[in-house]
């Protein structure tokens, strides 16, 4: 069982900056997609970025040209570099991993893992 943990939630202003990171206890595919999601008070679970470790990345439309997906395949950890925050940033951010690189259907092959989740406030 892959075990997920997300850091680097907290409190920011607007305007400001965060990045989250999220360790992989373990990576046993040679092919896979990890993402984050978040999911604020109320509403359903989002897809906010994706990265493959062939290099493919995506972005949900409302992150565009502010956050930043990255991988370091060496410590099995993603990133996501959030800049020019917006109180609508705030929610938990879950961290997903699962085999193959369809970054749109984490159960296209095989049930996802998740992360519990980090909690990021934006709020002046």
């Not at 400001?16 to 359903?44: D, E, H, K, N």
């Not at 749109?104 to 934006?122: A, M």
Request: proline share 5%; glycine share 12%.
């Amino acid at each position: 069982q892959v075990q997920l943990v997300e850091s680097g939630g907290g409190s920011v202003q607007p305007g400001g900056a965060l990045r989250l990171s999220c360790t992989a206890s373990r990576i046993i595919f040679s092919v896979y997609t990890m993402a984050w999601y978040r999911q604020a008070p109320g509403m359903q679970r989002e897809l906010v970025a994706g990265v493959t470790n062939g290099g493919n990345t995506h972005y949900a439309d409302f992150v565009k040209g502010r956050f930043t997906i990255s991988m370091d395949n060496k410590r099995n950890t993603m990133y996501l570099q959030m800049n020019r925050v917006a109180p609508g940033d705030t929610a938990v951010y879950y961290c997903g991993l699962w085999p193959g690189w369809n970054i749109h259907d984490p159960e296209s092959y095989d049930t996802p893992s998740w992360g519990k989740g980090t909690l990021v406030t934006v709020s002046s």
